[in-house]
């Protein structure tokens, strides 16, 4: 079974300041101290990782890629506010700084504000629904009084409404 660094790495070589950057700016440096060579699994003498460790690690791993375009999709909303925060200001505006980054959010864009540009996606009949239309798209800082005053409420029949932001930098 691989350790933490292995899924991190994902089968390129070891750059231990990329590595450390990846760790740290995703806050699992913080979370998992140096036990990043233990196993993961559920088993004795094994590190169990929670969901929002998984995310992070996912993340680190994408990181750790070091790719020109990152797509977040929901990785927000799946972990804590403190984790979240940490992870908008040391990674998404730390480490991907230079990065172009799409982070799709549904409800939870407390971010939007900082945001290039934003739209609001609505979909008919669910999330798996090709079809579609935007429903409102801007610069983040001026989306964000619609979405705050729209994205709360609950929606009739089954339209569903996800907004996409994109970081450019």
């Excluded at 699994?41 to 680190?60: H, I, K, P, W, Y």
């Excluded at 939870?108 to 979909?123: D, K, T």
């Excluded at 090709?130 to 409102?136: E, L, S, Y």
Aim: aromatic fraction near 8%; charge should be negative; glycine fraction near 8%.
């Amino acid at each position: 079974c691989p350790n933490v660094r292995q899924n991190v790495l994902f089968g390129l070589p070891y750059d231990q300041p990329m590595y450390d950057c990846a760790m740290r700016c995703t806050g699992l440096r913080e979370r998992l101290g140096q036990r990043d060579q233990d196993v993961i699994g559920e088993g004795t003498g094994e590190l169990a990782l929670s969901q929002q460790d998984r995310v992070l690690l996912a993340l680190a791993r994408a990181v750790y890629q070091d790719a020109d375009i990152y797509l977040l999709d929901g990785v927000m909303e799946a972990l804590d506010v403190d984790s979240a925060q940490v992870v908008w200001r040391e990674c998404i505006f730390g480490q991907l700084k230079s990065k172009t980054v799409v982070v799709t959010a549904s409800i939870n864009a407390w971010f939007l504000p900082a945001c290039n540009s934003a739209c609001v996606l609505q979909a008919q009949n669910g999330m798996s629904e090709v079809a579609g239309h935007i429903t409102f798209q801007g610069r983040g800082r001026d989306v964000s009084p619609w979405a705050r005053d729209n994205l709360h409420k609950e929606l009739e029949g089954s339209f569903v409404q996800r907004p996409l932001f994109e970081l450019r930098r």
